[in-house]
């Protein structure tokens, strides 16, 4: 049984910082890269950050220099710390992964940027 879920959403102001959490379920954790995607409502769902089983990252544009993810294999879990957040950061956020060519998918967490 695989599962995520994540934790940590809410509403911040512009500047702002939240930090997201993502605890997955089962043994596969330790070998596999974890994602973090978001969807905005009426927009494609998009990649935000990535980071492999050897703890190599990658960033969209978008947010390249501002988000930092990270994981505790130890803890089975994955982090998004977003930093300096801009009203377009708002969307759903949700953690992923593969195993044997199958996506999983946590519930989502909202996270709104606004005054």
């Known amino acids: 049984q695989v599962q995520l879920v994540e934790s940590g959403g809410g509403l911040v102001q512009p500047g702002g910082s939240l930090r997201l959490s993502c605890a997955a379920s089962g043994s596969f954790f330790s070998s596999n890269t974890m994602d973090w995607y978001r969807q905005a409502p009426g927009k494609e769902r998009e990649l935000v950050a990535r980071?492999?089983?050897?703890?190599?990252?990658n960033y969209a544009d978008s947010v390249r220099g501002r988000f930092t993810i990270s994981r505790d294999n130890a803890k089975s879990a994955v982090y998004l710390q977003m930093n300096s957040l801009k009203p377009e950061d708002t969307a759903v956020y949700y953690c992923?992964?593969?195993?044997?060519?199958?996506?999983?998918w946590g519930q989502g967490t909202q996270v709104t940027v606004s005054s």
């Open positions: 980071i492999t089983n050897y703890g190599s990252t």
């Open positions: 992923h992964t593969i195993i044997r060519y199958l996506h999983y």
